[in-house]
Nanobody, 115 residues
Framework: QVQLVESGGGLVQSGGFLRLACAAS????????MAWYRQAPGKQRELVAG???????NYADSVKGRFTISRDDAKNTAYLLMGSLKPEDTAVYYC?????????WGQGTQVTVSS
């Protein structure tokens, strides 16, 4: 099993930045990819950014050029650096870790962007 704990959420003004962190523990050697998702009130959870063990990344069109996903395998931690934040980025952000036959979720961290 893999346990995920997110941190770094909070309230920020439009145009500001935040860095989220996701610390993984347990069977971290099984993780093949990590990702950040978000869910705004009344909306479906959506993929924000993902990073494979190879380092390749992918982003939602809405965050390209503003968000950067990275991972530090020595610390078993994934990060999401969010810049030029907009009110529409307000959501609960969830960390996701994939292993060959399963996936795990963190508890989520709230990000609120004020206009």
């Amino acid at each position: 099993q893999v346990q995920l704990v997110e941190s770094g959420g909070g309230l920020v003004q439009s145009g500001g930045f935040l860095r989220l962190a996701c610390a993984a523990s347990g069977s971290t050697f099984m993780i093949t990819a990590m990702a950040w998702y978000r869910q705004a009130p009344g909306k479906q959870r959506e993929l924000v950014a993902g990073i494979a063990r190879t380092g390749s990344t992918n982003y939602a069109d809405s965050v390209k050029g503003r968000f950067t996903i990275s991972r530090d395998d020595a610390k078993n931690t994934a990060y999401l650096l969010m810049g030029s934040l907009k009110p529409e980025d307000t959501a609960v952000y969830y960390c996701n870790a994939q292993i060959p036959w399963n996936q795990y979720w963190g508890q989520g961290t709230q990000v609120t962007v004020s206009s």
